[in-house]
């Protein structure tokens, strides 16, 4: 129960990345308050055993939405303890594209910079308000392809770096001002969620291009979605009072060779 009597909120929670942190927060003796624009799926949530929390919809880009959930929470439990920073598209489901350096569309562009960096400017800047009272940790869920250029996914690995600069900019600042809210950022990479699906594909094809990027991983395989989780809880967790401005790799050994991009 480590984080026994926490308020956690985790944003796109519905599935992948999002699910398995809130799953796990609640299982740690948290009350977690799951958000996501999937409310069909984000409503799922809160049915499973022992889960306890609530789900509401919130689209992280729209501010207007932070502050109605923010006045709720504050509301209903004068304080938030631990935030997830976690929704965020590729966009290539959510635009049209394209999407690489020489053609990227400026709608597509603009789109997945207000989800990812937007989203998660908007999501300090409303947690800074919920914890600098009693304080609290901020967890941003940015990728490799934050730390290392995608020539086909230019916007994504833009807003991913995004997140890791303002990242050690929320974290200088809670510091500076007393505020007891520390803030680190997590780089997963390889993560078997429903976001590779439309890379892989189907078939033979898609078992094809996974044994060929897991050729490029040092531990040989793609991680799954509670090895991230697994470092979330740390980071929101008492254990790392004394960790800020940190970016935590989960990406089975890639950033510390030769294959940084994916195929």
Not at 48 to 65: I, M, R
Not at 124 to 137: D, P, T, V
Not at 196 to 222: N, Q, S, V
Request: charged share 20%.
């Amino acid at each position: 129960m480590r984080l026994h009597r926490k308020i956690a909120m985790v944003t796109g929670s519905a599935r992948g990345i999002g699910l398995a942190i809130a799953e796990l927060f609640a299982q740690q003796g948290a009350t977690v308050i799951a958000t996501d624009i999937r409310d069909i799926e984000g409503h799922e949530i809160t049915k499973t055993p022992g889960f306890k929390g609530e789900y509401l919809h919130l689209d992280v880009g729209n501010e207007a939405e932070w502050q109605q959930v923010t006045d709720y929470l504050a509301n209903k439990y004068g304080k938030l303890d631990i935030l997830v920073n976690n929704a965020g598209i590729t966009g290539f489901l959510e635009t049209s594209g394209p999407f690489d350096a020489e053609n990227a569309s400026v709608e597509s562009w603009n789109e997945v910079h207000r989800v990812n960096a937007t989203g998660v400017m908007l999501g300090c800047k409303y947690g800074i308000r919920l914890m600098k009272n009693e304080g609290g940790s901020i967890v941003n869920i940015s990728s490799r392809s934050g730390m290392v250029g995608i020539p086909a996914a230019v916007a994504y690995a833009s807003s991913k770096a995004a997140v890791r600069n303002h990242t050690k900019s929320v974290a200088l600042y809670c510091a500076e001002k007393g505020y007891q809210i520390r803030c680190n950022s997590i780089h997963p990479a390889a993560i078997m969620t429903p976001m590779w699906d439309m890379m892989l594909g189907t078939g033979e094809g898609r078992m094809k291009m996974i044994r060929e990027i897991e050729a490029g991983i040092p531990l040989g395989h793609f991680g799954e979605p509670m090895d991230v989780a697994w470092g979330a809880l740390y980071l929101a967790s008492d254990e790392s009072k004394y960790v800020t401005g940190i970016e935590l790799t989960i990406d089975g050994g890639i950033l510390a060779g030769s294959e940084a991009k994916p195929k």
